[in-house]
């Protein structure tokens, strides 16, 4: 007789209280006095509440409150003045921005809004100091996933550097904008600057930094339009070619094998690409071609396919001479 009303579960008296304070913690966004603690507390809980993006987003001026937070720390950035607390306290704002990019809910919305393009200025940054590398490596987070591999590489890098928690926590960051392969978010990639920021993190950051920036940038690369959008001219291709052979003499001193793997799937990508391939053909750091890299690559039999498909794509359809030497394009 009470089935229905026996049906749906009924929340433990903790369980309703965590809520209540999630919506607590909500309401003290709003207020300058009470922001950084609430600040804090939910993005500690953000993997534990499931529909937290949408809370956040359909709140009243809980975004303007975490989009004020970044705006507060752009006098810092320029010149370098960033310290650890501010860093620690922006990152919790940007760990929340994160969790309504990565809610299939709030991201559609996220990107209409053009949210991303206020934490471009933090990719601009190019000081060492920990809390600029944490702010850095936690905008990407926005924008990237980096669950799975990347996530566990970011704790064993942070953990040896004993961050502080907040940091520990972007490298935790699971699922953003570029973990699904949804179209809208390509378009929206393209239309701004992210490819020549990734290409100055790839080129400058720390290892960490660089293996998050060059995933994005494989990931606009294994999808068809952004392809053809950096190999439609010259000046594109050939700046990422040169940032990514720059890597790989980089990688054949400190040997990083997850960081060349995005950087040889990289390399594999573009020269699906004919106008690429047949400038890969003359470019093709001598690293990928030799035994540099075969002890790093020993157990790793993915990479090695790669890199063995790469040379063979630019290997195929070149024209050689009597002596079989490649002669140069026409």
Not at 127 to 148: A, D, N
Not at 150 to 173: F, V, W
Not at 202 to 229: C, H, N, P, R, W
Request: aromatic share 6%.
């Amino acid at each position: 007789m009470h089935s229905l009303a026996t049906a749906a579960p009924v929340p433990t008296a903790l369980a309703q209280v965590d809520r209540e304070k999630i919506y607590q913690w909500i309401n003290e966004l709003s207020s300058p006095e009470t922001r950084e603690n609430a600040l804090l507390e939910l993005s500690k809980k953000r993997e534990s509440v499931p529909d937290l993006a949408p809370m956040l987003w359909h709140s009243f001026g809980t975004i303007a409150a975490l989009l004020q937070e970044i705006v507060n720390i752009y006098p810092s950035i320029n010149p370098p003045t960033l310290t650890a607390h501010q860093s620690n306290r922006v990152c919790n704002a940007l760990a929340l921005l994160q969790c309504v990019a990565s809610h299939p809910e709030t991201r559609s919305a996220f990107l209409a809004a053009h949210i991303p393009l206020f934490l471009y200025p933090f990719l601009h940054t190019v000081s060492k100091t920990r809390p600029f590398e944490y702010l850095r490596l936690t905008s990407l987070g926005v924008i990237v996933e980096t669950g799975s591999h990347l996530a566990q590489a970011g704790l064993e890098l942070l953990s040896s550097k004993d961050p502080p928690a907040s940091a520990s926590q972007s490298a935790r960051i699971t699922g953003a904008l570029v973990k699904t392969d949804e179209q809208e978010v390509i378009n929206f990639l393209l239309t701004t600057e992210i490819i020549p920021l990734c290409l100055r993190i790839m080129e400058s950051g720390s290892e960490l930094s660089k293996t998050v920036a060059t995933f994005i940038l494989q990931k606009i690369l294994l999808d068809d339009t952004g392809l053809a959008y950096i190999c439609q001219t010259y000046e594109r291709s050939s700046h990422v070619a040169m940032i990514l052979g720059k890597m790989v003499l980089q990688l054949s001193k400190a040997l990083p094998a997850r960081l060349l793997k995005h950087v040889v799937r990289c390399y594999l990508r573009l020269s699906d690409n004919p106008r690429a391939r047949e400038a890969l053909r003359q470019c093709l750091p001598d690293q990928l071609k030799d035994t540099t890299f075969a002890q790093v690559l020993k157990d790793d039999t993915t990479t090695k396919r790669w890199l063995a498909q790469l040379v063979k794509n630019l290997q195929e359809g070149q024209v050689t001479d009597p002596r079989g030497i490649p002669l140069p394009p026409q």
